[in-house]
């Protein structure tokens, strides 16, 4: 159901030169009443990916395109009665998702290769039609004209040119704008004259429009921060444009109004990310704002609720793990904001008391330059293992407890290798991941092992590839057994993304599959239960919450163990068995509309 409130919220304006950087003092500190209406509120299935929910032009229906099982699904909600429905029954790798001019259908370019090319999608059956197959060529950020021609950009070898594909069987390919390399998120302008989009170099972007006739181009904004999913949007009027971006000293993505008549750049900041701008035809403004909190909680191995044990910390909390003794939990921190992505993560620490429960607050563990991910304390408590983007590395890195000595690599795979957390075995001499290793393997994941000396804390030998006779797909994660004869691990399809509970001897072998089932990617390990005979693992069935599962491995038997509004994944358990510490998630999209004198359509 949708809602309406009323409240004073800033409306800030920056003034713009000729080259203007979005990063100038406010003008002025006006307050004006708000209306605002939530359109939609959808939770998202990806940790980290989070594309924004787009409002149809009447603001009757909202679309959101989820991430799972390694391709992307379509959610329709209907805004009068608050119901969201899948839309997509197949595979595809939708992006770049808007809406026709009337509403009627969603329009996004598919990435997947045997589907390559512009859809659109009847919301009310579902059906799927191909309306531009571009051959061996690429296109992308298609756009449907109310004629029905569409407007993309095409790729083709070093060149890239703006493009429209004319209504009919035959769809005639014309040449708008040749030598658009550079060129982000265009669209033409309502009345056809011009085009505005973005152009990207050197990780900013600036705001362009240029006259279609003479060519003349002026820069409305430069120095800019963008999203994963990028676009620009005309006012109904074609009088100004709206976009999601960071200046040079945001810490968030705000929502930015640019009239093209030389007014003043009108800037809304929101207490959340804002990924998307979308003028509606009734002149209000809907924004998609990204809403994500992770904290570490603890739930009895047996089932239940978790209780958050990390809300005393500054920032969110996640991918615990446990010390040796049980008397502390280590974790990642991090903001969550949209602006910091690529993503700066920290590693964090909170000592537990006798009974397991949290004393005092939660505080940094290590902090070095870009990824700190995944902290395993060995077994004798003398190390940190770890993985690191320290130098421009993507590896594996360990250092003393306590000490202040050098950091040491133990993997030298170098950036690309998307290296997930380590896992000691039990005796303290091997570290366990998942990882792409060397770039030139042109493997698409796999499960690694790297002999560690216990004393000197350096690597004995190589890493080594774990042999997973058989295995087709990607491996993410591995955790050795309580006894450290077998490895667990998900193991991802590559024909249809569905994600697999794995064992396999922790020296290599043919993979025994325990469990199957559709999944957002779980950025984790299963987890050992304490018997060695069942496992943990997290899974949400391609929509909605995380929920933590336990599995029997000789039987398949499965039974939820978490529950709650928030979801639960990337279990760890205790290690005297009782208590498995998990990331709690509370994880949306949500889809407001705003009417206010400053930031209106027009």
């Not at 929502?255 to 002149?283: F, I, M, N, Y």
């Not at 994600?499 to 043919?510: E, L």
Request: proline letters at 7%; charged letters at 20%.
């Amino acid at each position: 159901m949708t809602f309406t409130l009323s409240r004073p919220l800033p409306a800030v304006c920056r003034g713009l030169a000729a080259v203007p950087l979005l990063s100038a003092a406010a003008c002025g500190s006006n307050v004006e009443e708000v209306s605002e209406v939530v359109l939609a509120r959808h939770v998202h299935t990806d940790l980290y990916d989070a594309y924004p929910g787009i409002p149809s032009p009447a603001g009757d229906q909202v679309v959101f395109a989820d991430y799972a099982a390694d391709k992307r699904s379509l959610t329709v909600y209907d805004v009068a009665t608050g119901v969201g429905r899948v839309v997509t029954a197949t595979q595809g790798g939708r992006t770049r998702v808007t809406w026709s001019p009337d509403g009627s259908r969603i329009v996004y370019v598919d990435r997947q290769s045997d589907r390559h090319g512009v859809w659109t999608l009847d919301p009310s059956s579902g059906r799927e039609s191909r309306i531009v197959d571009p051959g061996d060529t690429r296109i992308d950020y298609p756009r449907l004209l109310p004629d029905g021609t569409v407007t993309a950009l095409r790729y083709a070898g070093a060149d890239t040119a703006w493009v429209a594909y004319a209504p009919g069987a035959g769809r005639a390919i014309s040449v708008i704008v040749d030598g658009a390399g550079g060129w982000v998120a265009p669209v033409r302008s309502p009345d056809g004259r011009a085009v505005a989009y973005l152009r990207s170099a050197g990780g900013r972007a600036a705001l362009a429009v240029t006259e279609l006739a003479t060519g003349e181009t002026r820069t409305l904004a430069a120095d800019l921060r963008l999203g994963w999913d990028r676009r620009v949007e005309w006012s109904s009027t074609g009088r100004a444009l709206h976009l999601a971006a960071a200046g040079t000293r945001d810490s968030l993505f705000v929502a930015w109004r640019v009239p093209l008549d030389g007014s003043p750049t009108e800037r809304l900041e929101r207490s959340r990310d804002v990924l998307a701008v979308t003028p509606l035809a009734d002149g209000r403004v809907a924004l998609s704002e990204y809403h994500t909190r992770t904290a570490v909680g603890l739930v009895p191995a047996t089932g239940g609720e978790p209780t958050d044990v990390t809300t005393a910390g500054a920032t969110s909390a996640f991918l615990p793990s446990w010390h040796p003794g049980g008397r502390a939990l280590g974790f990642i921190t991090f903001s969550w904001r949209r602006v910091r992505m690529p993503i700066d993560f920290d590693l964090g620490t909170l000592d537990l008391d006798a009974e397991g429960l949290p004393a005092g607050a939660p505080r940094t563990l290590l902090s070095e330059e870009g990824e700190d991910y995944g902290a395993a304390w060995s077994p004798d408590d003398r190390w940190l293992a770890f993985h690191s983007h320290v130098e421009q590395s993507d590896d594996i890195w360990l250092v003393p407890v306590g000490g202040s000595e050098r950091l040491t690599r133990l993997t030298h795979f170098g950036p690309g290798a998307d290296t997930g957390e380590p896992d000691w075995s039990p005796d303290g001499r091997t570290l366990a991941f998942s990882s792409h290793g060397p770039p030139l393997e042109g493997n698409p994941g796999s499960v690694y092992s790297v002999a560690v000396d216990p004393a000197t804390g350096r690597a004995a030998a190589d890493p080594v590839r774990v042999p997973l006779d058989g295995f087709q797909g990607y491996a993410m994660g591995a955790r050795f057994s309580p006894d450290g004869e077998r490895l667990a691990f998900y193991g991802r399809s590559l024909e249809d993304g569905r994600v697999t509970v794995y064992t396999v001897p922790a020296a290599g072998g043919a993979p025994t599959a325990v469990v199957s089932f559709v999944n957002g990617e779980p950025y984790s390990a299963p987890e050992w239960g304490a018997d060695g005979r069942s496992l943990f693992y997290s899974r949400n069935d391609g929509v909605g919450a995380f929920q933590v599962w336990w599995v029997d491995i000789a039987t398949g038997a499965t039974e939820p163990v978490t529950t709650g509004a928030l979801g639960a994944l990337q279990p760890s358990l205790s290690p005297d068995g009782r208590t498995l510490a998990v990331t709690m998630r509370d994880a949306a999209i949500e889809v407001v509309a705003l009417a206010t004198g400053s930031a209106n359509a027009n």
